[in-house]
């Protein structure tokens, strides 16, 4: 059971940012090592750096792809109730809680509840999009039945 929308916003965010710092943590570290190397002229110190240029870049995208979650959280209101699934919503179905919002995946609650931060672009979405509560939509086969819009 979803107590309060805003709980889910901020845990969303939390996850966000801490994504953020880890990756950033990274190519620090990343970068340190890189600078460290420059001393050193072996051939095998060139693959192992070129390996870390690799994870560099591996760890500024995701970095990238993070920031832009954040950038999409930061344009829903908490506090807003909508009938109608959209950006923004989280929806109680038949088999589970969906947070319309980042393609963060699976967010524990603190009470225990499990809800799917999704985007706009999950395949489930594009099934509820529009859809109010005692609608049904199928997806994978399965039918399911709105219960709650938030």
């Known amino acids: 059971m979803i107590t309060n929308k805003q709980d889910l916003y901020y845990k969303c965010l939390d996850t966000v940012n801490r994504q953020i710092e880890k990756y950033q943590k990274e190519m620090e570290q990343i970068r340190e090592s890189m600078e460290n190397n420059d001393a050193h002229t072996d051939y095998d ?22 920031r832009k979650m954040k950038e999409k959280l930061s344009r829903i209101d908490p506090k807003h109730y909508s009938e109608q699934i959209d950006f923004g919503s989280v929806v ?38 529009g859809k109010k509560q005692g609608d049904k939509f199928t997806f994978n086969g399965n039918e399911q039945e709105i219960q709650t819009v938030h």
């Open 92 to 129: 109680e179905t038949s088999d589970n809680y969906y947070f319309i919002s980042a393609a963060i995946g699976k967010v524990v609650l603190d009470e225990g509840s499990t809800v799917y931060a999704i985007s706009t672009e999950a395949p489930i979405y594009q099934e509820m999009k």
């Open 45 to 66: 110190e060139d693959d192992s750096k070129g390996q870390l240029l690799n994870d560099f870049e591996k760890y500024a995208e995701y970095l990238d792809n993070s």
